[in-house]
């Protein structure tokens, strides 16, 4: 029984003692389950643990792309909250990384991708256009409007790395 095991494990080493257990049973052991897994546990066998998949994004190094001037960088991303009456409200917060002074924060329940085109079209007109802005990859700010306008506009995108809000650390 403890080859079987053995030779189990190495044709499937994602399986554990129980799909040993129904092995056992397919081919004709009559065996108690607690004696499978104390049979796995003294030889040793082990389902090996799944490694955390590593995201690797367009972000750029912490520290990079650090402002020189006013409207060189602006940090754009979007934060939440609740109403009294626990409805979801959604702010728009557009920062310049220079001056550290928030140039608008907009309030609504909700905000497509288009919506923070029209915004950034009206600080442009206001204030001028910046080199960079910087923002998470979500979906309002991946979307193909937000990209034409930084292409036309002649603004460069820079994307943080998935899960590493400390490089938008001014929003």
């Not at 095991?5 to 994602?14: C, G, Q, S």
């Not at 972000?59 to 934060?79: E, I, K, L, S, Y």
């Amino acid at each position: 029984m403890r080859s079987f095991l053995r030779d189990f494990a190495k044709r499937h080493p994602r399986w554990g003692w129980r799909r040993g257990l129904d092995a056992l049973t397919d081919a004709g052991w009559y065996v108690n389950h607690k004696k499978v897994q104390r049979l796995w546990r003294d030889e040793g066998l082990k389902v090996p643990y799944r490694k955390k998949k590593r995201m690797t994004g367009d972000g750029v190094v912490v520290g990079a792309m650090r402002p020189t001037a006013p409207n060189v960088v602006w940090a754009v991303d979007f934060q939440f909250d609740q109403t009294s009456a626990l409805r979801t409200v959604k702010l728009l917060n557009i920062i310049d990384e220079f001056t550290r002074e928030c140039l608008t924060i907009d309030v609504g329940r909700s905000f497509t991708a288009d919506d923070v085109v029209n915004r950034l079209d009206q600080l442009v007109s206001e204030r001028g256009k910046p080199c960079y802005l910087r923002m998470d990859n979500g979906p309002e700010f991946v979307a193909h409007a937000l990209v034409d306008w930084c292409r036309f506009k002649g603004a460069g995108s820079l994307f943080i790395a998935p899960r590493s809000p400390w490089q938008n650390g001014w929003i």
